[in-house]
C-alpha cells in the first residue's frame, strides 16, 4: 500500500495520478512547483525502481516539465531529486523565472512560503486540466 510521507502531505496538495506517480503541488504561490512520488512502497532511490519504473518515471517528468515550462512560461525548468530531508522518492519539477523571488538560486529555503488561496489553486488546475495528457487523473474525478 502506498504511503504519502507525512511531511509531503503537510507542505503540499495532491494534484491527481499519473500511472506510476502521485502528482502534488508545494503550496507556494511564488513557484510553479510540483512534485511527482512514484506510488511504491519503500522507495528512496532511483535505482531502486524496476526497469520499466524508471521508464515511466522519466516520461512523466518529461512531458509534466515541457508543459509546465509552455502552460507558465518558463525561462528554465529545474528536475532535481533530493530526499535528504524526506527520503521517500520524489522528483522536484519547478518553472523557474528570471524573475522569481529565488533567481537564479535554487528555492530550498530562499524565502518564506506563500501559500496559494483558493482563487489560485482554482486557476492552476483549470490551466493544467488544458495540457495535463489523458493518461493522467485529477484527484477530485
Not at 507525512?6 to 502521485?22: E, F, N
Not at 521517500?88 to 512560503?113: F, M, N, Y
Not at 493522467?136 to 474525478?141: K, L, T
Request: net charge negative; proline share 6%; charged share 25%.
Amino acid at each position: 500500500m502506498f504511503n504519502l510521507d507525512p511531511r509531503l502531505q503537510q507542505d503540499c496538495r495532491v494534484i491527481g495520478d499519473y500511472p506510476l506517480s502521485r502528482l502534488l503541488l508545494m503550496n507556494d504561490s511564488q513557484y510553479p512547483w510540483f512534485i511527482l512520488v512514484p506510488r511504491r512502497e519503500e522507495v528512496s532511490e532511483l535505482f531502486q525502481l524496476d526497469a520499466a519504473d524508471q521508464q515511466q518515471l522519466w516520461k512523466e517528468a518529461v512531458s509534466l516539465a515541457e508543459v509546465l515550462k509552455d502552460s507558465f512560461g518558463a525561462d528554465k525548468m529545474n528536475v532535481a531529486t533530493l530526499g535528504n530531508v524526506v527520503s521517500q522518492l520524489h522528483v522536484h519539477v519547478i518553472a523557474r523565472r528570471k524573475s522569481d523571488a529565488a533567481w537564479p538560486a535554487p528555492v530550498w529555503g530562499r524565502a518564506p512560503a506563500i501559500p496559494y488561496t483558493e482563487g489560485q489553486i482554482a486557476d492552476l488546475l483549470a490551466r493544467l486540466r488544458l495540457v495535463l495528457t489523458d493518461d493522467f487523473r485529477f484527484a477530485e474525478e
